[in-house]
């Protein structure tokens, strides 16, 4: 996987989007190869039965509720078995450091999950920061479906400046402070992405 995020030209245009927009979206941050490798890499294991419904909330106040939400989801706890996925990884950790110099941010850890949605899902408006644990600064998602107009699933970014509708195709990131209202819109197609969300502790400690 080339190097991407930290890169001369692309890390300024991010840092700048953020700054101005909360957002940033780039349409193919990784190639189609490596797209379908993960892509299979998750199928192995949605076959397998490892993902769960994905619910509301953390620790004592997480709850299932498909009004509001309805996808499936597995944590990533090792990046080793793939080498593409150890590289998205260690590119995200860069990412982290960028942050912090760029914003002068105490961010530590990331924590990372394959979701999938089935025809049928949705993700109603929310945000990713829990009022009780404010630990999540960042959402990032790396987007796998070989998307095609009428699929479905767009994001949509709720910011004091409008609204933007993000289409989720194979290869593209989005990275939105988490404090940002979003939405997943009803999917067509079965969704691939990996989730992930940058914090200023630990990942073992988000509990605090
Ligand atoms: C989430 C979420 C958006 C997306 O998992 O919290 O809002 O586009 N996902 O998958
Ligand atoms: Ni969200």
Known sequence: MKPFLVEEGISNEMLSGIEQHGYYIHRNII???DAAALRALMEIRYDQDQFKKAGIGKGASFSINEEIRKDSILWIEETSSSPILASYSSHIDGLISLLNRHFFLPLKDKELMFAIYEKGSYYRKHR???AKQQHRFFTIILYLTDWQKG?????MIYTDQGEVKVEPHQGSFVIFTSETEHEVLPVFARR???TGWITDVPIGLTFL
């Open 31 to 33: 190639n189609v190869t």
């Open 128 to 130: 990713d920061r829990f």
């Open 151 to 155: 699929d479905g699933g767009e994001l």
């Open 192 to 194: 691939y992405s990996i």
